[in-house]
């Protein structure tokens, strides 16, 4: 099993920025996948970003590419999303997930932090 505990979220101005953690802990490897998804009220929960623990190799969804950076520091087993010029339609509570490499899905979830955007 893998834990996974984000933090960070809040209430910010649009333009303004936000780094997002999520703290990894259990039975983990450097076989994963660490990703970032989102999901507004009533609306499905797309992929952010997402970044191989072990090469630290990146991806991002088009929507974020150019203001979002997602970094991970593998001696404090923590995964960053650093969120900058926000947008309103950033609003969202936003979850780290995991997943082993060569698994389609993602199977481990954090409970989920809420930002929000104002303009």
């Known amino acids: 099993q893998v834990q996974l505990v984000e933090s960070g979220g809040g209430l910010v101005q649009a333009g303004g920025s936000l780094r997002l953690s999520c703290v990894v802990s259990g039975r983990t490897s450097s076989s994963y996948r660490m990703g970032w998804f989102r999901q507004g009220p009533g609306k499905d929960r797309p992929f952010v970003a997402a970044?191989?623990?072990?090469?630290?190799?990146?991806d991002y969804a088009d929507s974020v590419k150019g203001r979002f950076i997602i970094s991970r520091d593998t001696a404090k087993n923590t995964v960053y999303l650093q969120m900058n010029t926000l947008k309103p339609e950033d609003t969202a509570v936003y979850y780290c997930a995991a997943r082993r490499l060569g698994y389609g899905e993602y199977e481990y979830w954090g409970q989920g932090t809420q930002v929000t955007v104002s303009t």
């Open positions: 970044i191989r623990w072990d090469e630290g190799t990146p």
